[in-house]
């Protein structure tokens, strides 16, 4: 009866091996064994089964394909290997007839490292109701030699201590120290209800989450149950709080600090619980559900690094609980520090200077490529977000229309003026721009003559009633006259200008930054979205640190520098050659007189003394032209007589506040303090 169930197991995958004995040839142990493992590698425990002999069978399917399968994932298995060694035929010359023996070398990997063994295997003929048929002899000494049935396999994790990050001049940025976990004792709460309501009202707990913590499985009258975390810089509002609370108290634990809060949020980012989605990606890596992981910033770009590696022990258990045998045993590493350019000092001042307004900036030294300051404006404490947010702190983060969880130096914009440096750059190195050569256009509007724009029409701000050649385009921000370089430029010269300035690319640095694009997937659909990408509106998105790369070009000879986040790393160039060393000189000159004509747009960010180059953008963000869209304000300036310092600054929506005149206003603050 056994043998016609299992002959009913045996799957489609292995008929071709049963079928061999219905036409009387001699069937192959090799090619048995060889399936087998081949079965085994990819975990398959039900096929294994099917190919097990009767003799060594003592469970069902369901029961064999359970315990090996609770046994490996005992082992935090990541992967096995198992390889046979197949015998000549004389090798098994004295093993009877019907029997077959092979050695096999194993490999079972985890996070803490791979255990290795050998071990035979056994295989025996077996007479099924469809023939003659190979099967294998199950021994539990094939999961690892020492194992008996009832024995277990336990891995303990011994987790690093996590690296941590430094600016510039040694100031933490996210080291690790303690954190404030308030909770209760239960047995000290005279009303519960009382308690709930108070401790909610005090926090901003919800009351819904503070019953879950109170009512979780482990806990008992005597024990400390943490509901909420808060940095150690809130110990003392929580010690006054917790006072009036009957039941309340605290205790101090090991965490993450973010020294500068707000003002590195989305730098650093954050630490925090694991989330069951990540860890089935990072399961493999040693992680358990206990761990934390960088969720954002630089604590998640530089997990691997941060984190170090984890130690622990692989011990087989015996049924007594006695530990049998150790398989694996490593020590922990700790996680590397990182130093990264960036000054603390600076990015506060940018962070102030910001204030209410939405916004961002970067700022950088524009020959050796260090990145000095990312700042982004609304921010977040990281120490509250790791710790997380309270339902209060959360409907105050949505309510909030600027969004304070969008980090904006990440992200892409329209860079408004702020292109015209590359149009020029672009159509210097092409021959299509003679700097030398006016355009004469009267009054505010223009369309190229026969261009069949119907009602649209490129515009300027102002209209000094002169020609225009290069340096006045520049001067005055004079949107016809680069409208026209991009026509003359043509789309295909155009374009692959871009990509030479790094459109379209990663920038060479953590994965922070979303990649700059000069269109949409289409292209450029028509001339009219040329002619305004020629002035930096069109579909064209820039990040912010990518576009104050794309200005160290007057201040090294027409190449990029390669932007740097780690102290420590080698200085050199991003992009060779964009432009010719004399285009660099002759736009770096023009870009002076943004600041230093009386007619520049930027006059009021001139700094006595210093020669500064800079560039101002109006970015219009509308569907139509009718239209009354907001406005991003952008300037970017770098000081070229001492080239140490580069800003960019863009503030959301400054249509009433005066446009991009209101961001250099800022930025004067900033030069002022940086360029002396």
């Not at 996070?111 to 063994?117: N, R």
């Not at 890596?285 to 604590?299: F, H, M, P, R, V």
């Not at 009054?443 to 069949?452: D, F, L, T």
């Not at 520098?561 to 004399?582: F, T």
Request: some cysteine.
């Amino acid at each position: 009866m056994r043998r016609t169930k299992r002959g009913l197991m045996i799957t489609g995958l292995f008929s071709g091996l049963f079928l061999t004995g219905c036409f009387g040839s001699e069937p192959d142990p090799t090619e048995t064994l060889q399936t087998f493992i081949d079965q085994w590698n990819e975990q398959n425990y039900e096929e294994m089964y099917a190919m097990l002999s009767e003799a060594s069978i003592e469970e069902t399917q369901a029961e064999f394909v359970e315990r090996i399968g609770n046994l490996y994932e005992s082992m935090q298995l990541n992967t096995i290997q198992v390889e046979a060694t197949f015998p000549e035929d004389d090798e098994n010359s004295d093993i009877p007839e019907g029997e077959y023996s092979a050695p096999l070398s194993v490999s079972i990997s985890n996070s803490l490292g791979d255990v290795e063994f050998d071990q035979d295997i056994q295989l025996q003929l077996e007479e099924l109701e469809d023939g003659d048929q190979w099967s294998v002899v199950w021994e539990d000494a094939l999961v690892y030699p020492a194992y008996e049935n009832g024995d277990r396999f336990n891995v303990t994790n011994s987790v690093p201590v996590r690296g941590e990050l430094f600016d510039r001049n040694g100031n933490g940025l996210a080291v690790n120290g303690n954190i404030v976990n308030i909770g209760t004792v239960p047995e000290r709460i005279e009303d519960r209800e009382e308690f709930i309501e108070d401790f909610s009202d005090m926090t901003g707990v919800s009351r819904e989450t503070i019953e879950a913590r109170l009512d979780q499985s482990w806990v008992t009258d005597g024990a400390f149950v943490p509901i909420h975390s808060v940095p150690i810089t809130e110990l003392e509002w929580a010690e006054e709080e917790l006072r009036s609370i009957t039941g309340a108290t605290y205790q101090m634990a090991d965490g993450r600090e973010y020294p500068y809060g707000a003002t590195t949020g989305h730098l650093t980012g954050f630490l925090r619980d694991i989330t069951a989605e990540q860890l089935e990606e990072y399961e493999e890596l040693g992680y358990n559900s206990y761990d934390k992981i960088g969720q954002a910033g630089l604590e998640s770009v530089f997990e691997e690094r941060l984190r170090g590696k984890v130690g622990g022990a692989l011990r087989l258990i015996d049924q007594g609980d006695e530990v049998k045998e150790t398989l694996l045993e490593t020590e922990p590493e700790a996680g590397e520090d990182i130093t990264l350019t960036i000054d603390v000092e600076l990015q506060e001042e940018i962070f102030n200077e910001l204030g209410e307004d939405a916004g961002t900036a970067t700022a950088m030294h524009p020959t050796n490529g260090q990145v000095l300051a990312l700042v982004n404006q609304p921010s977040y404490d990281p120490n509250l977000r790791a710790a997380g947010f309270t339902s209060r702190q959360q409907q105050d983060i949505e309510a909030n229309e600027d969004d304070p969880l969008t980090n904006r130096f990440s992200q892409t914009f329209s860079p408004g003026s702020t292109f015209k440096l590359l149009t020029a750059a672009i159509g210097l190195e092409a021959g299509t721009l003679d700097p030398a050569e006016t355009i004469d256009v009267d009054g505010y509007s223009w369309q190229p003559e026969g261009a069949g724009w119907g009602g649209y029409s490129v515009t300027r701000v102002h209209d000094y009633g002169e020609p225009v050649d290069l340096r006045k385009a520049l001067v005055y921000s004079d949107n016809i006259y680069f409208a026209d370089q991009a026509l003359n430029l043509g789309e295909d010269a155009f374009t692959e200008g871009a990509e030479a300035f790094g459109f379209g690319e990663e920038l060479p640095l953590p994965e922070l930054f979303n990649i700059s694009t000069l269109t949409g997937e289409e292209g450029f659909r028509n001339d009219i979205q040329l002619a305004d990408s020629g002035y930096g509106q069109g579909e064209i998105q820039m990040n912010p640190l990518h576009l104050g790369l794309t200005f160290t070009t007057i201040v090294n000879d027409g190449s990029i520098v390669k932007p740097l986040l780690e102290l420590d790393e080698q200085e050199g160039i991003w992009k060779e050659g964009v432009m010719s060393a004399e285009h660099a000189e002759l736009l770096q000159q023009d870009l002076i007189d943004v600041l230093e004509d009386s007619r520049g747009t930027a006059t009021q960010a001139a700094v006595e003394g210093v020669r500064i180059a800079g560039k101002t953008g109006t970015a219009e963000l509308k569907l139509s032209q009718e239209d009354d869209g907001k406005e991003h304000g952008w300037f970017v300036a770098v000081n070229v007589d001492d080239p140490d310092f580069l800003l960019v600054m863009m503030v959301d929506d400054v249509s009433d506040k005066g446009g991009s005149g209101y961001v250099v206003d800022k930025a004067a603050e900033i030069l002022q303090s940086n360029v002396n």
